[in-house]
């Protein structure tokens, strides 16, 4: 049996292994969302042909050859605007948590994004109320004083429970399962 061709794949796909980086996710607000103007290319091509006639020449070319591809759509500085206005909104979303945070000033992985924000300061929702309850809930909470017999679906605190089972005490040990007869 011949492993020349199982070794040879195994090779390859060694040798493969070492150039392949691992993709990386990326945040979606801050690339380019694929904005291309044009592309330039340079190819270099040759080309042999064999005439197996009573000479038997041989003909060879090459080529050299530039290539410019403009891409259909908005022009691109409407695309990079586009763009730079995406990341603005997205680092005027951030930037107060940024700003919250001290000690990422002190830290120099985030130095770029320091500066980014430096001097950005959001505008504050005042419309929560000043304890850890919503809205819907302080909402709720009133509608249950003005109609106390109303049963609110999913409300576990008004009213007792229909059901006969309660809720063992947290010190309560459970009784172990029997064994199976074998």
């Known amino acids: 049996m011949n492993y020349y061709f199982t070794g040879l794949i195994i090779l390859a796909l060694t040798i493969l292994a070492l150039f392949v980086e691992p993709a990386y996710p990326k945040n979606e607000y801050l690339n380019d969302y694929g904005v291309r103007c044009g592309e330039f290319e340079v190819r270099t091509d040759k080309r042999e042909t ?61 130095d770029l994004l320091v500066s980014k924000c430096r001097g950005v300061t959001p505008a504050r929702d005042n419309t929560r109320p000043s304890d850890s309850q919503s809205l819907w809930d302080d909402m709720k909470d009133d509608y249950k004083k ?22 063992p005490p947290k010190d309560y040990i459970l009784p172990l399962p029997k064994p199976k007869d074998e």
């Open 50 to 110: 064999d005439y197996n006639y009573s000479d038997s020449s041989t003909n060879e070319q090459q080529y050299l050859s530039f290539t410019y591809r403009k891409y259909l759509g908005t022009d691109c500085k409407t695309a990079k605007e586009n763009v730079a206005i995406k990341q603005q909104l997205e680092l005027m979303k951030m930037c107060g948590r940024v700003n919250s945070n001290p000690s990422l000033a002190y830290n120099s992985n985030f």
């Open 146 to 167: 003005e109609n106390p017999d109303v049963k609110l679906m999913n409300d576990k605190l008004i009213g007792p429970s229909k059901s006969k089972l309660k809720m």
